[in-house]
């Protein structure tokens, strides 16, 4: 990975989504407001792309630990900063575990990946949030809000993934290798 440039991608992001974000929100009558999860797509396209496992966890954690900045008032509205670095890097983990059993260039599994990584990063967080500010008060509410989250985070997929692959070169240092050569197989001589 090439950590500068990535940092500087994470930066725009969170500058679309904080600023042009609500242009893509919009509310659901009595669950609230829905809008995608843009450091999600980066998120997922790295578990896909990146080289090492290390490598993927690290930019989950950046990238939810960029979230975790920008969140404001979880449930109880005391927001505790590490909960959603911790999710995202699991569910960035999740996902690298995964590519090598799915075919990762295909419209709907990238789709269907950004949604699982969403489900499970949001809904744990939440949780978590929840059990730490001891609130449960509107937690159903906010079960389904991050479950429409993550259907508009894996409808978006679809164009991020493309959007990402352009530059790709830019933030990922080598591609990822798939099968066992990629592994470091032992050369007979």
């Keep these: 990975m090439r950590w500068?440039?990535?940092v500087i991608l994470v930066y725009v992001l969170i500058v679309l989504q904080t600023t042009m974000g609500s242009a893509?929100?919009?509310?659901?009558?009595?669950?609230g407001?829905?809008?995608?999860?843009?450091?999600?797509i980066m998120a997922v396209?790295?578990?896909?792309?990146?080289?090492?496992?290390?490598?993927t966890m690290i930019a989950g954690w950046i990238l939810g630990l960029a979230l975790g900045l920008t969140a404001v008032?979880?449930?109880?509205?005391?927001?505790?900063?590490g909960p959603m670095s911790l999710t995202y890097a699991m569910a960035a983990g999740l996902i690298f575990?995964?590519?090598?059993?799915?075919?990762?260039?295909?419209?709907?599994?990238?789709?269907?990946?950004?949604?699982?990584?969403?489900?499970?990063?949001h809904m744990s967080w939440l949780l978590i949030q929840a059990t730490l500010a001891?609130?449960?008060?509107?937690?159903?509410r906010m079960l389904i809000q991050a479950l429409g989250l993550a259907v508009y985070t894996g409808l978006l997929m679809m164009v991020g993934f493309r959007l990402l692959r352009r530059i790709e070169r830019w933030f990922i240092g080598a591609?990822?290798?798939?099968?066992?050569?990629?592994?470091?197989?032992?050369?007979?001589?």
């Excluded at 407001?33 to 999600?40: F, K, S, Y």
């Excluded at 008032?73 to 900063?81: D, E, K």
Aim: aromatic content about 12%; overall charge positive; proline content about 5%.
């Design 4 to 6: 500068i440039p990535f």
């Design 24 to 31: 893509l929100t919009f509310v659901w009558q009595g669950v």
């Design 33 to 40: 407001r829905i809008g995608p999860d843009l450091l999600a």
């Design 45 to 55: 396209f790295v578990a896909l792309r990146a080289s090492t496992l290390l490598d």
């Design 73 to 81: 008032g979880g449930p109880g509205t005391a927001t505790s900063l």
């Design 97 to 121: 575990k995964l590519r090598e059993v799915v075919f990762s260039d295909r419209f709907l599994t990238q789709a269907a990946l950004a949604f699982v990584f969403c489900l499970f990063a």
């Design 134 to 140: 001891w609130a449960w008060d509107g937690v159903g």
């Design 175 to 189: 591609p990822m290798r798939r099968g066992r050569g990629a592994r470091g197989a032992l050369r007979m001589m």
